[in-house]
T-cell receptor, first 111, second 116 residues
Framework: GQSLEQPSEVTAVEGAIVQINCTYQTSGFYGLSWYQQHDGGAPTFLSYNGLDGLEETGRFSSFLSRSDSYGYLLLQELQMKDSASYFCAVRSGNRDDKIIFGKGTRLHILP | SAVISQKPSRDICQRGTSLTIQCQVDSQVTMMFWYRQQPGQSLTLIATANQGSEATYESGFVIDKFPISRPNLTFSTLTVSNMSPEDSSIYLC?????????????FGPGTRLTVL
């Protein structure tokens, strides 16, 4: 079977740094993506890792280790507006195969 | 990027009836997906709808229950047939352009369905 594991909830303080981990088990691998979803909103794309290493986009960074089937999303200088659910997602096979979403991590930010 | 609209945004329906959800994209896209999401839960893929071919359904979802149309590269519909309260959920349309290198999917605002 195919599965993605990520923590169900994480709590951090405003201004701090938080890391959300994701491990995956799939029959193939084409890339790891991260999405953000605020309550009542649609998921929005944050980042993509097709190769090992770190990708940085402003306050957000994403890391991938294909040998470990592991990745993480790093959020720096946390702001209250970052309170949301974060989903890792994996395309398991070819470029036109479906994307599988993890169960999501609810990020709570304390003032 | 792609801008996606869905109709209706929400509906309350009676058991046994059917609802058709429309998804309109502002540009031509190759891949279109329909998801279901319970509040606070993950996204569950119902089916992939590519223009010019039959929709591909995921395990647990069948065409008789969730018929899908994809008449062109900017539009699709999902029908939830013979509804029961278990079908109450948020239904999301999503698109992806295979020409984009980063696997980015764009999501519509969703249709919140409540079945009584």
């Amino acid at each position: 079977g195919q599965s993605l594991e990520q923590p169900s909830e994480v709590t951090a303080v405003e201004g701090a740094i938080v890391q959300i981990n994701c491990t995956y088990q799939t029959s193939g691998f084409y890339g790891l993506s991260w999405y953000q979803q605020h309550d009542g909103g649609a998921p929005t794309f944050l980042s993509y890792n097709g190769l090992d290493g770190l990708e940085e986009t402003g306050r957000f960074s994403s890391f991938l280790s294909r040998s470990d089937s592991y990745g993480y999303l790093l959020l720096q200088e946390l702001q209250m507006k970052d309170s949301a659910s974060y989903f890792c997602a994996v395309r398991s096979g070819n470029r036109d195969d479906k994307i599988i979403f993890g169960k999501g991590t609810r990020l709570h930010i304390l003032p | 990027s792609a801008v996606i609209s869905q109709k209706p945004s929400r509906d309350i329906c009676q058991r046994g009836t059917s609802l058709t959800i429309q998804c309109q994209v502002d540009s031509q896209v190759t891949m279109m997906f329909w998801y279901r999401q319970q509040p606070g839960q993950s996204l569950t893929l119902i089916a992939t709808a590519n223009q010019g071919s039959e929709a591909t359904y995921e395990s647990g979802f069948v065409i008789d229950k969730f018929p899908i149309s994809r008449p062109n590269l900017t539009f699709s519909t999902l029908t939830v047939s013979n509804m029961s309260p278990e079908d109450s959920s948020i239904y999301l349309c999503s698109v992806e352009d295979l020409d984009r290198w980063n696997n980015e999917q764009f999501f519509g605002p969703g249709t919140r369905l409540t079945v009584l």
